[in-house]
């Protein structure tokens, strides 16, 4: 498969990372320093969406005014609901940049990651990632890992501003912007909605089983590691 491709396309979660640092590591470190940082940094632009968000919720919902414990408490929800939206993942970037900056946080790929990239750019591919992460989370990720930064292997980032994970658009805009036909790309992710809708836009798809990640259907090729790619 790989001898078809000219681009690799990875997910993050459960494909290059673990997900537990994630869940554990950097979301449990956004929800703890959310309200210090909302009182020491402007944020007015994300601010702006979560309250567009807000407006939309309902239900359990808590209530949101001016008062930065107010909002605080709103980003503390929707990170519990693990919720892909454009205002909180650029905020929890934002935070992120502060703890990877002052060495609170390093980030852990798989073993097999930095190898991989290496082989994959000496074979002339482009490496490219897509998360619902903000593009500015992603670079903090692949630029503060525990073996180095992995950012000079990664020619370009998509988030959720080209579309939703699960939408087929999203991956005919990507290829698009990497100028190339979707056939030539190779996606790699460990959910099988988001290898649906990459399949249906015309891109390969590869499964990804990591240690920790929920079982999916075998529907797809399955991958363990990438020294197999």
Sequence with gaps: MIDQVKAILLDIEGTTTPIAFV???????????????????SAAEDIALLREEHAGDVGD????????????????????????STGLKSLQGKIWRQGYE???????V?????????????????????????????QLLFAHTEVGDLTPFIDSYFDTKVGKKGEAESYRKIAEAMKLEPHEILFISDVISELDAANEAGM??????????????????????????
């Design 23 to 41: 869940h554990d590591v950097l979301f449990s470190y956004a929800r703890d320093h959310v309200g210090e940082f909302l009182t020491e940094n």
């Design 61 to 84: 919902a808590p209530p949101l005014d001016d008062r930065m414990e107010s909002i605080a408490a709103y980003v503390e929800w929707l990170i519990k609901l693990d919720r892909k």
């Design 102 to 108: 002052d060495g609170s946080l390093k980030s852990q």
């Design 110 to 138: 798989f073993a097999d990651v930095a190898p991989a990239f290496e082989r994959w750019r000496d074979r002339g591919l482009k490496i490219s990632i897509f998360s619902s992460g903000s593009v500015l989370a992603q």
């Design 204 to 229: 390969k798809a590869l499964l990804s089983i990591r240690p920790g990640n929920s079982e999916q259907p075998q529907q797809y090729p399955s991958i363990r590691t990438f020294d197999s790619i």
